[in-house]
Nanobody, 123 residues
């Protein structure tokens, strides 16, 4: 259920931008929280941003506030993460995730995951 497919990752120099996409099956806007997580080698998977179903309220982890912007196109069943002013510490595998109803910052709360897309930021 709710297959998720990420795209848009790549290699960029510090200060550059990338736009990640997460394509989902079905209509997710009103029922599922959609979120982006990231995981660097040797690090725990952390929540980057998430958007609540229905009202579209968003959350960003402090380290990306002012640089990343989360959006959702319900007609295309796609979640986007616009990443600007990228820093080397943003380097990680980025995963799209979903769970029914309310959002959570915990990895274990999400039962639908994409395959991940690699983001590499060089200095």
């Amino acid at each position: 259920q709710v297959p998720l497919v990420e795209s848009g990752g790549g290699s960029v120099q510090a200060g550059g931008s990338l736009r990640l996409s997460c394509a989902a099956s079905g209509y997710i806007g009103l029922r599922y929280c959609m979120a982006w997580f990231r995981q660097a080698p040797g690090k725990e998977r952390e929540g980057v941003a998430r958007i609540w179903p229905g009202n579209g309220s968003t959350y960003y982890v402090g380290s990306v506030k002012g640089r990343f912007t989360l959006s959702r196109d319900n007609s295309k069943n796609t979640l986007y993460l616009q990443m600007n002013s990228l820093k080397p510490e943003d380097t990680a595998m980025y995963y799209c995730a979903a769970r029914e109803d309310y959002c959570s910052g915990e990895v274990a709360a999400y039962n639908y995951w994409g395959q991940g897309t690699q983001v590499t930021v060089s200095s």
